[in-house]
C-alpha cells in the first residue's frame, strides 16, 4: 500500500521540485542559530482557561507534554463550553512529534470539528518540504481529500516555535523570526521581547517576559509573503521561571479580543512523563 501511494505522489512531488520558487527576500530575516542553552523542558502538563472580550468564558485547553525516546511528543485538547459552545461549538485534538535535541518538528495531525464540519490534517516535515494531507468532512457529506507541498524548510509547528523561543536568552529587545505550520498553511512568525513584568493571572503573580507577536502569511506553492489579517495583534506573557511556558496569550482577532491564561501546570514523572509515538507516523 504504501508503494502504491508513493507512486501516486510521484507526479505532484515532481512537478513541486520543477517549479521550486526562487529564494525569497524574507529569508534573510529568519533566525537560524541552533537552539539556546536555556535548560530543556521536563515533561508536563498546562491547562488553560479561554475567554472572550474579557467577559465571556469560552472553553479551556490541555496540553501534555511527554518524551518518547529522541522525541517530544505534545498532545493537546481544546473546546468551547458553556454558553459560548452555544454560539459556536468547537474542538479540537492535536498531537505533535519533534526531535528533542535541536528541536525540529517531525509530524502532526490535527482534527478540529464545529458544527458543520471536520478537518483533520496530517503534516509531515522534512529538510526540503513539508508536505500536508487534508481530509474535509462535511456533516452529512461525502469525505474530501487533497494534498499540498509547501518547498520550503526547515519550518516549525505551534510545539517547536514555542520551545526554540523558550531556548533562547530573551534579552530586551530580541527578536527571533521562525517560519511556523500550526496547521495546513505557513507563516513567518516573529516574536519580539518588549520587557520584563510582574503580571497577576488567576490570582497568582508571576515575574514574566513580554513577547509581541507579528504573524504574516506565506503563500505555500509561490512562498510570496503576504498580511494576516484575522490577528491584529498578538502577546504573549511567557513565565519567568524554570518553566519559560505561557501563562498569559491575548490575540486582537477579525471576531473580536480572545484570551487564553493559565490555570495550572505539574510535572509528570516516571511512567506519565513516557509518552507514545502517534500511529501513522510516517506518510
Sequence with gaps: MKLILLLLSMPALLLAQAKTPATPTWTSSLTKTAPGSFPPLTPCRVVFDLSWNNLLSAGSAKVVMQEAGGYQVARAEAGTSGFARSLWSYDCVMTSVMERGPLRAVFLNHSETDASETIAYKVGFSSLKVLTETLLTPKGGASKKSTSICPFSPVD???????????????????????????????????????????????????TIKLDVKIRKLDRKTLALG????VKTATIWVSDDAWRLPIEMHADIFVGFISATMTRRETLNGKAGQGVLPAGMSF
Design 157 to 207: 509547528d505551534l510545539q517547536s516555535a514555542i520551545l526554540y523561543v523558550r531556548s533562547q536568552a530573551l534579552k530586551q529587545g530580541d527578536s527571533i523570526t521562525r517560519v511556523v505550520q500550526p496547521f495546513d498553511r505557513p507563516y513567518l512568525t516573529t516574536f519580539t521581547v518588549v520587557g520584563r513584568e510582574n503580571r497577576k493571572v488567576e490570582g497568582t503573580t508571576y515575574p
Design 227 to 230: 498580511s494576516f489579517k484575522k
